[in-house]
Structure formats: C-alpha cells, structure tokens
C-alpha cells in the first residue's frame, strides 16, 4: 500500500491512498484525523495497524486531480504532492557500510580511523536529524549551508516506527550533509548535518506488509547539473552491515521516540568531491519499489 500527502489551496495537507494512478483521500473529519500523522496516532490510539486504519478509512472515489499533475514542484495555488509525513522526529544512523567507513576516514582530517571503529563497534552511529520543519518532499527542494563549499547527498532507506518500536513503513530518503564541515572536526557533525532542506523524504510511504524483506531494495542515485548527468551511484539495503531492528534498539535505549518518528539507516553510496552540489543541481534517488524521490538544491542562510 503505497500512501501520501496532498496538499489542497482549499483543504490544506490531507493524506491519501495511491492507487493505479490515482489518489483517493483518507480522512476521518470526526476524529480530526486528515494528515497521515494523524492516522499514525490515530492507530496507535486504537490500537490497529496502519494500514487496517487506511482501508477504513479510504474514500470510494479519487480526488479530480491526477498523480502526474500532482508529483510537480509545490505551487500554493494548485494541489501537489506533499512530503509523506511532517514527522515529530527524524534520526540518523551513520557508517552502517562499508563503503562510507571507508571513506570518512579517508577524508577526515582529524582522528583517523575512527568510522572504521564504529562500523565495527558494538554501537552505531545514531545522531538526531531534525524535526519536520527540516524535512522537505519530493520536487521541493534540498538545501546547501552557505558555510560549505563540499554539500554531498546521501541516498538512503528511511524507516516510518511508531512509540512500540514498530516498522510502519519506508521512503526514500536524502540525508543531506555538509561534508567538509564534518571533515574538519568530526563535533561539528551537526552543523553538518541539521538545517533547513537537510532531509528530503518521498515520494510515497510504502507501508511495512507490502515490502516484507526490505533489505532486497535497490538504492540508486543521479545527480544532474542541466542536460549533463554529474554522478550516479548504486548500492542494495542488503549491503548493509547492521539489521535494522538493531538500529530501531539503540533509537529506544533510554529514549523516548514519538510515534511517526523517521530512522534514516544510512548510505553505500558515496559522492565525489567532484560532483558537490551546486543551486539547481537535480538529485534523483530511486528505490523502485517506492518510487524516485525528486529535488533541486538550493543555497540556504
């Protein structure tokens, strides 16, 4: 079941069902539950699965809109495609390939080996990403600290949990990271990586029992600077070291995560300094199974 949020000029944001090309709202205005948020709280409340909680809910009838005039850039005056889910919290997990390990230690100035530790240490890499005002959907945009000169994507699964530790569903995910600021001095990772446009999420939520082994998805990534394309990387969720129950165990360890939360599980794809984002660069990440996840980066203050 693939769900998503639209946001009407009239209605404001309101979450929906996508199916064989069309939209159909899941709303249940008596309880005030509208936003795909709502419907996470409202089946945690009820104690119920997501997706038993959309086939009640769903509408009959689709909206007038269709999904290609909807997956566009945002346009306050028309309908479009929205991100997933304003998400209450976004967590990060870092170094969980080996590709990444090996690169941050071969980049970093200061403390040399230490991301091959972590990749084999008994505890992850687990930093906070933000909130939903650092979020943005696909067609948004993604954002570049004017501070830094080398902005990398980092193409990656991201993980829907709720309060009990249960996997919701997944997105496509851009945990976008300002990485000559983190080579500089590994504390100033989160100067690297928390600010406006830092996470992009979309451009669907697939939810848990339509993708039973997730670690069997694709992750692939191009990047494009007018008609050229300027990178292209590809890794599997499979590749990856750490399960991710393991990563949602340490998120709960003496913490307490809302329901709607967003665990990024990190990336096996590894931009070159070459390819460093510029304004207007094109980042297309794609996991089939979920869709490709669309966005132009922008310079931010």
């Known amino acids: 079941m693939k769900l998503v949020q639209i946001y009407d000029p009239k ?11 069309h939209v159909f709202p899941v709303i249940y205005e008596q309880k005030g539950v509208r936003s795909l948020l709502d419907l996470v709280q409202y089946a945690a409340a009820v104690k119920m699965d997501l997706h038993e909680v959309v086939e009640e809910l769903v509408a009959k009838e689709p909206i007038a809109t269709s999904w290609e005039s909807l997956n566009t850039a945002p346009d306050s005056n028309r309908p479009y ?3 997933p889910i304003h998400p209450p ?4 997990c870092g170094v969980t390939y080996k590709k990444s390990a090996e690169f941050r230690d071969e980049d970093t ?4 080996g230490i991301y091959d530790y972590v990749y084999f240490a008994r505890r992850p890499e687990l930093f906070f990403k933000g909130r939903a005002g650092h979020c943005t959907g696909s067609n948004d ?4 600290r004017c501070d830094s000169k080398f902005t990398a994507v980092e193409p990656e699964l991201a993980v829907l949990i709720d309060s009990q530790k249960k996997v919701l569903g997944y997105m496509a995910a851009n945990d976008v990271s300002a ?12 100067q690297s990586k928390i600010y406006r446009g830092c996470c992009a999420l979309g451009p669907v939520l697939v939810t848990a029992d339509a993708l039973p082994d997730p670690y069997r998805l694709k992750v692939s990534c191009t990047i494009r600077r007018g008609a050229s394309i300027l990178f292209q990387g590809e890794t599997t ?3 990856m070291k750490r399960r991710i129950e393991e990563l949602i ?3 709960f360890l003496a913490n307490t995560v809302p329901d709607a939360t967003v665990l990024l599980t990190g990336t096996g794809i590894i931009q070159t300094e070459e390819a460093a984002l510029q304004e207007n660069d094109v980042v297309e990440i794609t996991i089939p199974e979920i869709g490709t996840l669309r966005n132009m980066a922008r310079r931010v203050g």
């Open 249 to 251: 165990d340490f998120l």
């Open 109 to 112: 100035q200061t403390s040399k």
């Open 237 to 239: 969720v499979g590749m």
């Open 81 to 83: 495609l929205a991100i």
């Open 89 to 92: 919290e976004v967590w990060a």
């Open 179 to 190: 990485w000559d600021i983190e080579r500089e001095n590994p504390l100033y990772l989160p």
């Open 11 to 21: 209605r404001g944001i309101q979450a929906g069902k996508l199916e064989d090309g």
């Open 141 to 144: 945009f993604i954002g570049l």
